[in-house]
């Protein structure tokens, strides 16, 4: 065999992925159009506003000694002294973040599994909808409340191969979809004009972000769109794991990809998930060093800014165990990772 031999088949091991995918792509072609992705002019804010207008409108004239008396209106009473206005939290994408209801120094709670999803998931903003990948296809999969299994996953139809460990990610807004074709190793990128609405062709994001020679897997979009995390990894390296980069979004699509600054090392980083406020990332690692558990195990690091590298890099220690831990996606909030363990989708909040 060639000397891509040894990467990809330590590639099949660690994404799971099936001997039969492995066939059908060596018998496969990987044909596509490499395409700018254009994102359109983005959202639109809506406001709305109304004016009172005070009108007094006079029927006639009657005779003084005839008019009675009018009583004044009373006064409206003052609003009370404690009543403060609630302030919202902006997020981007024109969604409103709910406000913290936890601590986010403190550490996770004991996981539970969630029922009805056969593989990794990522999340819309409400937690009622999995975006998620089975192996075969991948759509979307509901539920009626964050208390209920998801009903069965409803496709959405892209040609592509996809692999269970690897789910599809969202925008904040659910227009904007970004997946794996396994076939080709190639992010493709899919919208929408609303979220109730089928999702348009897909198209293969350009040079910036699928470099030829790599893999890129892993994609994970922040909630406003500014920002493509993904795993990238060469497809001939026998030594180098892959790390984790990151592309900015610009007008007509995305900057070209750079290493995330502060957490790759020379193990394998992967599974990216960042916070919408681009302060936070969680990801996954076989490093040896900050008291690994063996195998993948989630890590955490903070930044200042989005601008800044980040720092204060440790285990999520609560979470992890033997065997892979991969993070998939976190609450609007940072209230509750949601996390794949072996095959199994788990979330645990603080």
């Not at 593989?119 to 990948?133: K, N, P």
């Not at 990216?272 to 063996?294: C, E, H, M, N, Q």
Request: aromatic share 8%; charged share 20%.
């Amino acid at each position: 065999m060639d000397a891509v031999e040894p990467r990809f088949v330590r590639a099949l091991v660690r994404h799971r992925i099936s001997w039969a995918i492995v066939a059908g792509t060596m018998a496969a072609s990987s044909a596509g159009v490499r395409i700018n992705s254009g994102w359109g002019s983005g959202l639109v804010a809506m406001m709305a506003g109304a004016t009172a207008m005070a009108c007094s409108v006079t029927y006639g004239e009657a005779p003084a000694a005839d008019v009675a008396p009018q009583e004044e209106a009373p006064a409206a009473p003052p609003p009370e002294p404690d009543a403060k206005p609630v302030p919202d939290t902006e997020v981007g994408a024109g969604e409103l973040a709910p406000v913290s209801t936890c601590d986010a120094a403190k550490p996770f709670g004991s996981p539970h599994r969630l029922g009805g999803l056969d593989g990794s998931a990522r999340f819309s903003s409400d937690e009622l909808r999995a975006y998620t990948s089975n192996g075969l296809t991948f759509g979307v999969a509901r539920r009626r409340s964050v208390a209920d299994a998801f009903a069965a996953l409803e496709p959405f139809g892209f040609p592509v191969q996809l692999h269970a460990t690897d789910a599809p990610t969202a925008s904040g807004d659910e227009r904007t979809l970004v997946f794996t074709d396994y076939s080709s190793h190639r992010l493709l990128l899919a919208t929408r004009d609303d979220a109730g609405e089928a999702f348009l062709p897909a198209l293969v994001l350009d040079g910036g972000i699928n470099a030829p020679a790599w893999g890129q897997i892993d994609p994970y979009l922040v909630a406003d769109g500014s920002a493509l995390y993904f795993h990238r990894y060469p497809l001939t390296s026998e030594t180098f794991e892959g790390d984790i980069f990151v592309a900015a979004r610009k007008q007509d699509g995305f900057a070209d990809a750079v290493p995330v600054e502060g957490i790759n090392t020379f193990a394998e980083e992967l599974s990216p998930v960042v916070t919408p406020d681009g302060l936070t990332i969680f990801w996954a690692s076989d490093r040896t060093d900050l008291y690994g558990k063996g195998m993948l195990d989630i890590y955490v690091a903070t930044r200042t800014s989005k601008d800044a590298a980040f720092t204060n890099v440790r285990n999520v220690a609560e979470l992890n165990a033997d065997g892979d831990e991969r993070p998939t996606w976190i609450s609007p909030d940072a209230c509750r990772l949601y996390f794949l363990k072996d095959d199994a989708v788990l979330v645990a909040s603080r």
